[in-house]
Nanobody, 123 residues
Framework: VQLQASGGGWVQPGGSLRLSCVASGFTFKWYAIGWFRQAPGKEREVISCNSYTEGSQYYSDSVKGRVTISRDNVTNTVYLQMNNLKPEDTAVYYC?????????????????WGRGTLVTVSS
């Protein structure tokens, strides 16, 4: 099982980035995939999740309205489109596979993790 996140970088406040998470080694469509972030000195938090089988998405209050999660079950990729980025969005972003098809907010219920990609929002 592998998940690989990419697409991070530096962006000015108000800018946009699209993160990608490519998965392999498991039946992708059967699992919910989440996006997390961890800022310096803070705990890792879930910000979004997509469940294909349930047809549902989750967004945390901190990103709701600015972020859109989507997935492509042909390429086994989950995307996170982030708009109107703020300095407080600066963090390492991770994608992770949940242990089943349902989205959840508890970090310990995600069993496979990709390496993070750094997002820096500053002027």
């Amino acid at each position: 099982v592998q998940l690989q996140a990419s697409g991070g970088g530096w962006v000015q406040p108000g800018g946009s980035l699209r993160l990608s998470c490519v998965a392999s080694g498991f039946t992708f469509k059967w699992y919910a995939i989440g996006w997390f972030r961890q800022a310096p000195g803070k705990e890792r938090e879930v910000i979004s999740c997509n469940s294909y089988t349930e047809g549902s998405q989750y967004y945390s209050d901190s990103v709701k309205g600015r972020v859109t999660i989507s997935r492509d079950n042909v390429t086994n990729t989950v995307y996170l489109q982030m708009n109107n980025l703020k300095p407080e969005d600066t963090a390492v972003y991770y994608c992770a596979r949940r242990r089943n098809q349902l989205c959840g907010v508890r970090t310990e219920t995600y069993d496979e993790w990709g390496r993070g990609t750094l997002v820096t929002v500053s002027s």
